[in-house]
C-alpha cells in the first residue's frame, strides 16, 4: 500500500487542477460577459437578463478550448518534474507498478516518493485562481462604472412602415366640469355573459348590448347630451333636482364614434367598436366529399366532425335523403338524424356518427345525400357541404346494356373482366362438391386470366411487357462478358425506346390515373385467385368492373341532332364575285368617364403637403379639406378604432384654418396615414391595346358574343 502513495499523491493533483481550472473558467467569464452585456445595454437598449446567457456562453467557449478534463497523470507528473528539481525528473515512476521495478528503478522510486510528501503546496494551482480574480474584479469594476454612468445613445430612426402601423390613441381625456363616470354594458341574452362596469368612455360592445351612462357632474348643468357620429344628438336626463347626476340608456348593433357635450363644452372623440356574432362553423373531418361503398366492403360509414361557435350553438343535427331507382322514377326519402353527444350550449363540438347504410333503408344502386345543420344562440345557422355516400349495384355492373351504343371503347374487355366474376361466383358456388385440386386447378386459371387482362390493358398505358421484367433477348445479351458495362445494352434493356410508358399514349391524365388503378385492382384481385382464395378476390373484381364501366362513360361522345333553315341561294348572283356590299367589321362605344369619388381625397393629400411645407394657412383653401373630412367621417363611422384619431386630427386643422393658427405636423401626418388608407389604385383609363392583325375563330366568337350583349 505505501508503494502506491505517490501515485494516490498525483491523482489527486490532477483532480485539484481540473477543478482550479474549471472554476478559473467560470471566474474568467464573468467579467468579460457583464462588461459586453453593459455595453450592449447602453448602446442598443438591451436587458441585462442577457448577462446570464452570455456568461454561460464564454464559459462553455472557454472549457472546450482548454479541455482541462483531459489532462492525464502523465502529464501532472511531467509539471512536477519541470517545477520542482528535488525530485530528479523521477516522477513517472510513481505511476508505475512496484512490483515491474528492478532494485535501482525501486530506489529511485522511494526516494522520489519521500521528496513530493514532502513538498509544501505542488504545482501551485491557486496561482491560476488568483489570476482570474483579478481579471474578472476589474472587468466587473468597469462594468459597474459604465452602468451608472449617465450616458444613453438614442436613435432617431424613422418608423418604419408608416402607412400600415395603426395610430396608437393617447390617453382618454375627459372634460373638467365631470366629476366621474360610470358606464354599464349589459351583454344581450344569446351572449350568456353577465353585465360589466367601467369608467372609460371608449366603448368595445357585443352587438345588440344595452350600454348605459351614469355622469356625475361637479356643478349642476343645464344640458348634457351626446353627439353619435357627428349627426345624431341624444339628450342625457337628469336623476335628481340639483342636476348634477344624469343618465342615458342606449342599445347598439352598429359601430361609429360620439362626443360628450356639458353646456356646450365638446369632449374628444370616443369610440365604439362592435363585437360582431359569427355563425357556426362546421368541419367535417370524415368521410370524403364523395365515398363509395364497394361489394365486400361494410356498409357502414363514420363520419366525424368539428363545430365551433363564439357564444355556443343550441341545435344541431345531420339531414340526410336517399336517392333510389333511375331514370323517371326516381325517389327521395328525408331524415334528420340527431347528434349523438350533442349538448346545447356549448361553444366547441367534436363528435362522431356511425351511418349504417342498411338500417338507413338504402339498397344497392342507391345514394346517400347529407349535410350538418347548426344554429347557434342567436339562431344564425350555418349548412355544411353535401357529401355523397353511393352504393353501386353489381347488377347494374354485370349488365350489358350501352356497351354497343355511341363510342365504345374495348368492349371485349369489358365482358372478359365481368366473365371472370361470373366464373368466380360459380367456383364459389361449386365448391362444395369440387375436389380441392380441381378447386385449386381452376382458380389459379381464373388468376392467369386475370394477369392477362391486366397485362392487354397495360398496353393502353405504354407498357409493352410485364413490369420489372425484360425481353429474354435483351436478358441473353446482358449476360454476355462482351457487353458487360455496356450503357446502351442497358438502356435498350430497362427503357423503352420511343418514351416514357406513361407519356405515350393520347389519353388525358384523368383517364390514364383511373386506368392505373384499375390496373392496380385487378392485381389485387390476381393475388387471392393464385393462392385458392377467390372470395376474398371478387371485391377487388368488382370494383375493378365498376371502374372500367366509368371509364366507358368519360369516353363516350355525343352529338346533339340539330335542324336548321338555310336561305336560298339565288342563282343569279352566284360565282358573279361581287363584294360590295360585304363592309369591315367595326366596333363604337361611347365611354363617359365618371368622377372618381376619392379625387377629394387626392386633393387633400396635396393641401396637406402645401401645409407640410409652408407651415402657414397663408393662401391655401380649405375646400378640399372639408369634402375629404366627409369620406373620413365615414369611414370612422365602419372603423373607428382606425380613423378616429384621424378625425380628431381633422378638426384641429380646420379649427387652425378658421382661427389662422399654425397647424402641427403631427396632425398632418396622422391624416395623410388615413387618407393613403383609405384609397384605392385608379380605375386604368381606356388605351389602345396591341392586337394582331390576325385573330384566331375563338377571339373572334368572344369578341361577336360581347357585342351582342346589351
Known sequence: MTEKKGAYIIQALRKKWIAHSILSDLLFSMGPAFLFSIILNKLFEITLWSIPGACLAIFLLLLFIRSSWKVKDTTIAQLLNQDYPQLQESSGLLLKDYSSLNILEQLQHHKTEVALSSLPAPLHTAKRLNKALAVSSVLLTAGFILYYTPIRI????????????????????????????????????????????????????????????????????????????????????????????????????????????????????????????????????????????????????????????????????????????SGEGVKFKERKIALPGFAAGKTQYQLQKLLSLPESGMQPGDELYFFITATDNRQQESRSDIYIINLPDTADLMSVEGLANSLN?????????????????????????????????????????????????????????????????????????????????????????????EDATFFEPGIKKQLKATLT??????????????????????????????????????????????????????????????TEPKSQKDIQQNEDPQNPIREALGTLEQLKLSGNTNNISPQSLRR?????????????????????????????????????????????????????APSPLPSAGKTSTRQSISEQYFINLNRSEP
Do not use: C
Open 154 to 325: 438614442k436613435h432617431n430612426l424613422p418608423p418604419a412602415n408608416t402607412h400600415l402601423t395603426n395610430v396608437q390613441p393617447s390617453a382618454e381625456k375627459i372634460l373638467p366640469q365631470l366629476a366621474d363616470a360610470r358606464i354599464i354594458i349589459k351583454p344581450p341574452a344569446y351572449t350568456s355573459q353577465q353585465k360589466r362596469e367601467q369608467d372609460q368612455f371608449n366603448l368595445s360592445v357585443e352587438e345588440g348590448s344595452m350600454v348605459n351612462w351614469q355622469l356625475n357632474t361637479t356643478l349642476p348643468a343645464k344640458n348634457i347630451k351626446f353627439i353619435f357620429n357627428d349627426s345624431l344628438s341624444v339628450a342625457l336626463k337628469p336623476t335628481d333636482s340639483s342636476h348634477i347626476s344624469w343618465r342615458l340608456d342606449k342599445t347598439f348593433s352598429s359601430p361609429g364614434f360620439y362626443q360628450l357635450a356639458i353646456d356646450g363644452n365638446l369632449s374628444e372623440l370616443y369610440k365604439i367598436e362592435i363585437i360582431r356574432d359569427q355563425p357556426p362553423v362546421i368541419h367535417i373531418q370524415s368521410p370524403e366529399p364523395y365515398t363509395t361503398i364497394d361489394f365486400g366492403e361494410p356498409q357502414k360509414v363514420l363520419m366525424r366532425l368539428e363545430m365551433t361557435d363564439d357564444y355556443g350553438i343550441q341545435d344541431a343535427y345531420i339531414s340526410t335523403t336517399i336517392a333510389s331507382g
Open 409 to 501: 371503347v374495348k368492349p371485349e374487355y369489358f365482358r372478359s373482366q365481368r366473365q371472370i366474376i361470373i366464373e368466380t361466383e360459380q367456383l364459389l358456388k361449386d365448391k362444395d362438391t369440387l375436389s380441392m385440386e380441381a378447386f385449386r386447378y381452376r382458380s389459379n386459371n381464373l388468376g392467369i386470366d386475370q394477369k392477362m387482362l391486366r397485362l392487354r390493358y397495360g398496353k393502353f398505358l405504354g407498357e409493352e411487357d410485364e413490369p420489372g421484367e425484360t425481353g429474354s433477348e435483351n436478358r441473353d445479351e446482358l449476360q454476355d462478358p462482351a457487353n458487360f458495362s455496356n450503357a446502351e445494352k442497358l438502356k435498350e434493356a430497362f427503357t423503352d425506346q420511343h418514351d416514357k410508358a
Open 521 to 582: 385492382e385487378m392485381w389485387n384481385a390476381e393475388l387471392p385467385l393464385r393462392t385458392f382464395k377467390p372470395q376474398e378476390a371478387l371485391p377487388f373484381e368488382y370494383k375493378a368492373l365498376r371502374l372500367l364501366k366509368d371509364l366507358q362513360q368519360k369516353t363516350r361522345a355525343y352529338v346533339a341532332k340539330t335542324n336548321s333553315k338555310t336561305t336560298p341561294i339565288d342563282l343569279q348572283k352566284r360565282l358573279t364575285g361581287d363584294l360590295s356590299k360585304i
Open 628 to 680: 375629404a373630412n366627409i369620406l373620413l367621417n365615414e369611414k370612422a363611422v365602419e372603423h373607428p378604432s382606425l380613423y378616429l384619431p384621424a378625425v380628431q386630427a381633422m378638426r384641429r386643422i380646420t379649427s387652425a384654418f378658421q382661427a389662422e393658427k399654425g397647424i402641427t405636423k403631427n396632425d398632418i401626418i396622422t391624416v395623410e396615414i388615413a387618407f393613403q388608407k383609405i384609397l384605392q
